[in-house]
């Protein structure tokens, strides 16, 4: 494959694609609030549902119970599903912000467990029921730098490319983060995902608008048989 250089890959990508202010629930609360804790809950009720499903679930668990450690480990457990339910899963991931909530409650200081060394904060927070490597991967990703989760879209695109042969959460964040500079790896992380949503979708991917059409393994594969 004719494999572009990490910055050529993103410029293409930034020139072909722009994203407004609430196209990431994690990136839209880091911006406001600088809170580990308020961005865990954000990418906790990501989990399997569109962005604005995330939006709705967060803005009502703020008005209802509030986002704050306090709040959420004082509140019972069933008014934190009925805020949270336009995310689905809502038992799930009520009981999964409420085990955050008691987490820090416990002593536990988000920022401090932040700062350890990425796989020792990956080791400490993936304790957390409901808590995966991805969703401290977003969260290293914004207060640290250096790390590319690998959401389904991630995945799906980095296998396309080439970038990535793995169906392996860490290879394929290894593998990126190989190829990526570490001061360009979160901005990596979101135009893939906005790369995945908007153009290499899952089933027909359209691969005659996307402006990595000539750098594509999948798409140059196709364009070999077609002949
Ligand atoms: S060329 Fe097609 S398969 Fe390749 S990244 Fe673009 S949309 Fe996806």
Same mark, same amino acid.
Request: aromatic share 8%; with cysteine.
């Given at each position: 494959m004719p494999r572009l250089k990490p910055h050529e890959l993103l410029e293409k990508l930034r020139e072909a694609l722009t994203y407004g202010d609430e196209e990431f629930i994690a990136f839209y609360i880091f911006k406001r609030y600088r809170d580990p804790f308020k961005v865990l809950v954000g990418v906790i009720l990501s989990q399997n549902t569109a962005e604005a499903n995330t939006f709705k679930a967060y803005r009502r668990l703020e008005k209802e119970v509030g986002v704050s450690v306090d709040a959420i480990a004082s509140a019972p457990l069933e008014k934190i599903e009925e805020a949270i339910r336009p995310a689905g899963l809502w038992r799930q991931k009520a009981r999964s912000i409420k085990s955050l909530a008691e987490y820090v409650k416990r002593g536990n200081d988000l920022e401090t467990v932040l700062a350890m060394p990425p796989e020792e904060a990956r080791r400490a927070l993936t304790s957390i029921p409901g808590v995966g490597e991805k969703t401290v991967d977003v969260v290293l990703a914004l207060f640290k730098g250096g790390v590319v989760p690998v959401d389904t879209h991630v995945r799906r695109v980095a296998n396309r490319l080439g970038l /990535?042969? /793995?169906? /392996?959460y860490r290879k394929i964040r290894e593998d990126l983060e190989r190829y990526f500079p570490s001061d360009l790896r979160l901005e990596a992380h979101m135009y893939l995902i906005l790369l995945g949503r908007?153009?290499? !979708?899952? !089933?027909?991917?359209?691969c005659e608008i996307c402006p990595l059409r000539s750098y594509c393994e999948y798409a140059l594969k196709g364009r070999e048989i077609q002949r």
């Amino acid at each position: 494959m004719p494999r572009l250089k990490p910055h050529e890959l993103l410029e293409k990508l930034r020139e072909a694609l722009t994203y407004g202010d609430e196209e990431f629930i994690a990136f839209y609360i880091f911006k406001r609030y600088r809170d580990p804790f308020k961005v865990l809950v954000g990418v906790i009720l990501s989990q399997n549902t569109a962005e604005a499903n995330t939006f709705k679930a967060y803005r009502r668990l703020e008005k209802e119970v509030g986002v704050s450690v306090d709040a959420i480990a004082s509140a019972p457990l069933e008014k934190i599903e009925e805020a949270i339910r336009p995310a689905g899963l809502w038992r799930q991931k009520a009981r999964s912000i409420k085990s955050l909530a008691e987490y820090v409650k416990r002593g536990n200081d988000l920022e401090t467990v932040l700062a350890m060394p990425p796989e020792e904060a990956r080791r400490a927070l993936t304790s957390i029921p409901g808590v995966g490597e991805k969703t401290v991967d977003v969260v290293l990703a914004l207060f640290k730098g250096g790390v590319v989760p690998v959401d389904t879209h991630v995945r799906r695109v980095a296998n396309r490319l080439g970038l /990535s042969k /793995s169906s /392996s959460y860490r290879k394929i964040r290894e593998d990126l983060e190989r190829y990526f500079p570490s001061d360009l790896r979160l901005e990596a992380h979101m135009y893939l995902i906005l790369l995945g949503r908007r153009i290499c !979708r899952a !089933r027909k991917p359209l691969c005659e608008i996307c402006p990595l059409r000539s750098y594509c393994e999948y798409a140059l594969k196709g364009r070999e048989i077609q002949r």
